[in-house]
Each structure stands twice: as structure tokens, then as C-alpha cells.
């Protein structure tokens, strides 16, 4: 019988008597999908329901994060999105130059870097916007 040195391309759970293979890599570590709105930094922020910020939002997503993105863009960066909830091309193309003007790669994904990058929604109505880390 010949060995076979493996690496890490799987990783191997056990769930009611059934191995399942899990991939290793981007897929298995991707960070999810904002689902809520959180304060943070002196402003609102798309956010997991848990509070944890480290989150991205995507065209074709939906709910009260991209409702926060949208209105973000549109008080820091004068988007004139309609608050929708629902990311589509103009939520993408208004996050694109954004990001352009934020000086970070204009990819038009709002994630970690993004967050770091542009302006938010301050939390006491001003209307000077917030960076946050």
C-alpha cells in the first residue's frame, strides 16, 4: 500500500455518524453576509445581528445593512439612492465612487476595507460624516 502525505485541502466533520468533507481555503473562511445595522465609532455601520462588524455586502443582497449603506451614500457622498434595502447596480455604482473617492480599491463590495475607508452616517444626525476603523 503506498502513502500519501496530504495538506490541508479538507477539513473532516462528524455529525450523526456521517464524515462530512468540508473545503479548506477562501470558501470555508469567507466572511458573511451584514444582516443588521450597528453603532460604532461615533456611527451606523451595516453589521451582523451580533454586533460584529466584520461583514460585506454584495449586489443582490437585501435587508436593514444595505438600507444603512444606502442612506450612507447618500448623506456622505450625495448618492441620491432610493433606500430600497435591496443592493442593485445603482447601490453598486454609488459604492463604486465612494470607494474611488475614499482613495481604496473601487471594486463595488462594501467589506472590512471599505468600512475603514469611507464615510458614515454619524449617530447624532450631523451632518459631518464619520470614518471608523
Not at 468533507?21 to 461615533?42: I, K, Q
Not at 460585506?56 to 437585501?62: A, D, H, R
Not at 471594486?107 to 454619524?122: C, F, L, Q, S, V
Request: proline share 7%; charged share 10%.
Amino acid at each position: 500500500m503506498r502513502r500519501v502525505q496530504a495538506t490541508a485541502v479538507a477539513a473532516a466533520t462528524f455529525v450523526a455518524g456521517v464524515i462530512a468533507l468540508v473545503p479548506a481555503g477562501p470558501a470555508a473562511a469567507a466572511t458573511p453576509t451584514c444582516n443588521w445595522v450597528a453603532s460604532y465609532s461615533g456611527a451606523w455601520v451595516p453589521s451582523l445581528q451580533s454586533g460584529n462588524i466584520t461583514c460585506n455586502l454584495v449586489q443582490g443582497t437585501y435587508g436593514e445593512a444595505v438600507r444603512q449603506l444606502q442612506t450612507t451614500l447618500n448623506k456622505c457622498y450625495g448618492a441620491r439612492l432610493t433606500v430600497d434595502k435591496s443592493f442593485g447596480p445603482a447601490t453598486r455604482s454609488a459604492l463604486v465612487a465612494a470607494q474611488r473617492a475614499a482613495g481604496t480599491p473601487a471594486d463595488g463590495e462594501y467589506g472590512p476595507n471599505t468600512r475603514a475607508a469611507i464615510r458614515h452616517e454619524p449617530l447624532n444626525g450631523s451632518t459631518n460624516c464619520v470614518r471608523v476603523p
